[in-house]
Nanobody, 120 residues
Framework: QVQLVESGGGLVQPGGSLRLSCAAS????????MGWYRQAPGKQRELVAA???????NYADSVKGRFTISRDNAKNTVYLQMNSLKPEDTAVYYC??????????????WGQGTQVTVSS
């Protein structure tokens, strides 16, 4: 079994910063892609940013230049540094991992989500 545990959400004023972390644990052989998604009330879940094991990144247009995704492969951990936050960034943020376990099969896992609220 695999667990993705997120941390770092909270309430922040517009223009502020937050750093999210997501640590994967379990019988993991390797993790290919790790990413962050978000879901605002009444909206569909959307990709925020993703990063491969080799460090290639992809960002939603709405966060380019403000958010930075990074990962520590040795710790199976992905981070999302969020700067210049806007009220429209308010959402539940979910970690996602595309990985291979020791049964040599591919799996996709989600974290439980962490709330980010941007408000004055």
């Amino acid at each position: 079994q695999v667990q993705l545990v997120e941390s770092g959400g909270g309430l922040v004023q517009p223009g502020g910063s937050l750093r999210l972390s997501c640590a994967a644990s379990g019988s993991i052989f390797s993790i290919n892609v790790m990413g962050w998604y978000r879901q605002a009330p009444g909206k569909q879940r959307e990709l925020v940013a993703a990063i491969t094991s080799g460090g290639m990144t992809n960002y939603a247009d709405s966060v380019k230049g403000r958010f930075t995704i990074s990962r520590d492969n040795a710790k199976n951990t992905v981070y999302l540094q969020m700067n210049s936050l806007k009220p429209e960034d308010t959402a539940v943020y979910y970690c996602n991992a595309d990985l291979i376990m020791y049964d040599w099969k591919s799996y996709n896992y989600w974290g439980q989500g962490t709330q980010v609220t941007v408000s004055s």
